[in-house]
């Protein structure tokens, strides 16, 4: 997963998801040079979600099913290698 911002330059490229204890683990590489492991504890998790609106929430599902399917036609439309 890649985040950009707003002029389209990547800032994070998101590598992993773990768990460790009751954190979640983001591992990536940030502005494409260095390694990086964010902790992020349950109540910081709690704090991110409720800076969201209601509208936001309810648009997540969405959002994701969406990514879903785009995902899926690009690697539909994307001939394997060899080919």
């Known amino acids: 997963m890649k ?6 330059i990547e800032m994070m ?3 992993s998801f ?3 204890g009751e954190s979640l683990v983001m ?3 940030m502005m494409g040079s260095m390694n990086t492991a964010i902790y992020i504890k349950p109540e910081d ?3 991110a979600v409720s800076l969201m609106p209601w509208r936001i929430i309810l648009k997540l599902p969405v ?10 036609g690009k690697s539909r439309a994307t001939p394997p290698a060899g080919s």
């Open 3 to 8: 985040m950009f911002n707003k002029e389209g």
């Open 13 to 15: 490229d998101v590598k």
């Open 18 to 20: 773990a768990l460790d």
């Open 27 to 29: 591992k990536g590489k």
């Open 45 to 47: 998790l709690a704090g």
């Open 63 to 72: 959002l994701y099913f969406r990514g879903v399917f785009r995902r899926r």
